[in-house]
């Protein structure tokens, strides 16, 4: 247990959440609920092209509409008295290589159109549906040019050219880690076996579509912006740069958000273009993205094509990994997308392993497609992915049971904190005892018994095995700046004891249902020894709090959940220094405890922290130069990542004749360190899991040879349903972070990294009698039963 994790009234509890009330009434204020006097609305037309040049624009009939307030191209925003909306920026480049505002998406083109959504114009009206109406109405003179949606494909010598600033579309060759010394290990090894793993675009598909509402005092100056955020001090400061605009008169609030999953991170140009036309008619605007928008617009995940190879002994011994892979960036090289198939790619390349070595090269490629960014997971996905299908490869080639081959190679528990091969310090771990927990659960020896059996009944039954690790709370900021990051990644936090003694904390995170409300509030309440409903947590305002870094990458429990602990430690060491003056004993003569000072040795004389707060702000008794009120701010910055782990295990059925894939169970073993309140724990690796479970059977964003998207709406697009995510049946182990002020790891992303190569490898465990050794993503029923017509042999091994 680590010293500094705590165990609390309320921290480690599962409590009622303070946010379910208003979601669950309908009293919940999402950006489409909100209204102002005098507001219009906006359409943005979009290229129905994946690559075309724009010869004209005609606007006249849609200025004809009645209630069309204006129509404006390209041209027009050029034209303005305001600076035109530049470029949306790239916040992560690379250590050695700044990526060129040439590939930073346009808020707005007018003469070349790279991708199916791309802007191209807007009209503003009075009423949505009028603004629709009138869009329609507009007519563009396209010139088709060839498109190319595949990355291979766009480095061909006939590709059509996406970017004069790279001819081969090629924007990126990035490479890590140590190549001779894994050609060394690879060269010693008694095996080598290898991937292919193309993985596929994912949706964001978040329940609320982006949307925001602008309003602008041409007396102030002051720019308000309310809008789907994950990130709300991002936002503003990214708006600021896009718009020319001071970033202190520009206020961006977050209401009730209804998901994000990585989508609503960053910018895009929509935003910028609604907060443009507030100022430029000087009235409310208001954007919401219809759905089959939010598909074309929406920065997709994934998008990484890897080649994997893994050198290993006889014995199951693992030596090294070698990747080299190809990420298809799409038009424009979206804000954060440089750090993803490439740092936190690599970061994690070596799993819960023990390697001698490792090296990978990633080349990020244009295509004419929407952009790709931060989805659920990012690229650990792929990491993950491709090293248990490494792993259940070389166990089936080399007769090692799956299970064994993992625990040959884990990182033993008391190697820790260990450096990896590709250089992360994992702070904590223990991974045995998450795989033996998920193994009891499964009841794993007499399931391997019972696939015996079926196997000779002419059904086929499949385990797939995954160990994972996670990397999450994401500073320190130093390091991030050492890799290409162009913010800071500590997190902020004020907790303020109101004279009455009620407490407010306001945090730089942005929650958008986690849970944070809830989450922050025990925190606050242990550590100050307050009732749990005294507590409330403000968000997601920049106006309201000061600075932040936002919510993502399972930051907000270790990064923003320390910021807060750590503000409420300091407000309970002032209050220590007026109970000792009030007191009169030294300050080391004051001990603190659920919520009283009182001096040591004489429990009788103390004051209740709500008294404290009460002389605080009277101010009438306080030590010398100590300022009144009770309000202390912290700005956390993490010494190190957290790596929270664990196994999970898929268990199929599938009918040979049909291709269809039955979930007989589904077992998953976290360990994310210390839970602040385990049920949103489990209900984040069960939101998790059902994306991974997506992604795994049926999520794909397709595009044809045109660059025209087929999957815009929800008929198209394969979302994981009720019917087909199984029931899951979820443990914990807890080993906690030591160096985190609550020994809290971050759980956003284990399921999403987990549930993939579990579910795939299960898929290819049952298809072994067939010869079958890997299935690509989505495995479809009718992958499945490809596969099964294609395979060389029959069941048995017949051929």
């Known amino acids: 247990m680590s010293e500094t994790a705590p165990a609390g009234k309320y921290f480690g509890k599962t409590v009622e959440r303070k946010e379910d009330p208003e979601l669950i009434t309908g009293d919940a204020g999402y950006v489409d609920d909100l209204e102002e006097p005098g507001m219009c609305h906006i359409a943005i037309l979009r290229s129905q092209h994946g690559h075309a040049k724009i010869n004209d624009i005609d606007t006249s009939r849609a200025e004809e509409v009645e209630g069309v307030i204006d129509v404006l191209t390209a041209e027009d925003f050029e034209a303005a008295a305001l600076p035109t909306p530049g470029h949306i920026p790239v916040i992560w480049h690379f250590t050695d290589f700044e990526i060129p505002e040439a590939f930073w ?3 707005i083109v007018g003469d070349r159109a790279r991708y199916q959504g791309e802007s191209i114009a807007v009209v503003i009206a009075e009423d949505r549906y009028t603004a629709y109406n009138a869009r329609d109405q507009i007519h563009v003179d396209y010139e088709p040019l060839d498109a190319v949606v595949s990355p291979f494909d766009a480095m061909e010598a006939d590709a059509p050219t996406l970017h004069d600033e790279a001819p081969d579309n090629v924007v990126f060759d990035w490479e890590e880690g140590d190549a001779e010394a894994t050609d060394e290990q690879f060269e010693a090894a008694d095996h080598t076996f290898s991937v292919e793993l193309p993985s596929q675009r994912i949706l964001p598909t978040s329940i609320e579509t982006r949307g925001a509402l602008a309003t602008y005092s041409g007396s102030s100056g ?4 309310q809008m789907t955020s994950q990130n709300p001090h991002l936002h503003r400061s990214l708006l600021s740069r896009v718009l020319d605009y001071p970033e202190h008169k520009i206020q961006v609030v977050a209401p009730d958000v209804g998901g994000g999953f990585g989508s609503k991170i960053y910018h895009y140009a929509d935003e910028a273009i609604t907060a443009w036309l507030a100022m430029y008619l000087e009235r409310p605007v208001k954007w919401i993205a219809p759905r ?3 598909s074309q617009t929406d920065a997709h995940g994934r998008g990484l094509a890897q080649e994997g190879e893994l050198a290993i002994d006889d014995d199951g011994t693992v030596r090294a990994v070698r990747v080299t892979g190809h990420v298809d960036l799409g038009a424009y090289v979206s804000c954060l997308l440089p750090a993803l198939p490439t740092d936190e790619y690599w970061g994690v390349l070596s799993g819960p392993y023990d390697l001698n070595a490792a090296h990978c090269r990633i080349r990020g490629v244009l295509t004419n497609a929407a952009p790709v960014d931060a989805y659920r997971g990012a ?8 090293l248990e299908r490494l792993m259940k490869t070389a166990a089936t080639e080399l007769g090692i049971d799956p299970v064994e081959i993992r625990r040959r190679n884990f990182i033993s528990a008391d190697e820790f904190p260990f450096e990896t091969v590709t250089g992360m310090l994992y702070d904590s771990g223990d991974y045995e005892p998450a795989l033996d927990r998920a193994l009891e659960m499964v009841d794993y020896e007499a399931l391997r ?17 995954a160990s994972f690790i996670e990397m999450s709370g994401l500073g320190p900021s130093a390091i991030c700046g050492m890799l290409g990051a162009q ?11 109101h004279p009455s003694g009620t407490v407010t904390a306001f945090c730089g995170t942005s929650g958008h249902g986690q849970g944070h409300e809830t989450t922050f509030a025990q925190i606050v309440a242990d550590k100050l020894g307050v009732p749990y409903d005294d507590v409330e947590v403000v968000e997601g305002d920049t106006d309201q709090i000061a600075h932040g870094q936002g919510t993502y990458a399972s930051r907000s429990g270790p990064v923003g959940g320390g910021a807060v602990a750590r503000g409420a430690d300091k407000v309970v060491e002032k209050g220590r220094k007026i109970a000792a003056h009030q007191l009169e004993v030294q300050l080391e003569d004051i001990d603190f405890e659920d919520g009283a000072f009182a001096v040591t040795g004489a429990p009788d004389r103390s004051m209740t922290i709500q008294e404290i707060a009460a002389e605080a702000y009277l101010g009438h008794d306080l030590p010398d130069e100590m300022e009144p009120g009770l309000e202390e701010t912290s700005f956390y910055d993490p010494e190190n990542l957290t790596f929270p782990f664990g196994t999970h295990i898929a268990v199929v059925e599938i009918d040979p004749a049909t291709g269809e894939l039955e979930f007989v169970r589904y077992v998953g073993v976290d360990d994310c360190g210390e839970q602040i309140n385990p049920q949103i724990v489990e209900g984040q690796v069960q939101g998790g899991v059902a994306q991974g479970i997506g992604q795994a059977r049926s999520e794909a964003a397709v595009y044809d040879d045109r660059g025209n998207i087929r999957t815009a709406t929800l008929l198209d697009y394969g979302l994981p349903k009720t019917n087909t995510v199984p029931e899951l049946e979820l443990d914990s182990t807890v080993t906690p972070s030591p160096h985190n002020p609550i020994g809290v790891k971050g759980v956003g992303e284990a399921g999403t990294l987990a549930a993939p190569p579990a579910v795939v490898n299960a898929v290819v465990d049952a298809l072994e009698p067939f010869g079958i050794d890997h299935v690509n993503m989505p495995v479809t029923d009718e992958v499945i039963w490809t596969a099964i017509q294609e395979s060389e042999t029959g069941p048995g091994g017949e051929s």
Do not use: F, M, P
């Open 487 to 497: 913010s800071g990644y500590w997190e902020n936090s004020t907790i303020r004891v």
């Open 449 to 465: 018994g019972r696939q015996a059996k079926l196997r000779e009944e002419g059904r086929y039954l499949g385990i797939g095995v």
């Open 292 to 294: 089959s928008e939010a």
């Open 105 to 107: 998406k346009r808020v």
């Open 379 to 386: 690229n650990l996905t792929d990491a993950t992915h491709l």
């Open 222 to 225: 002051k720019l308000e912006l």
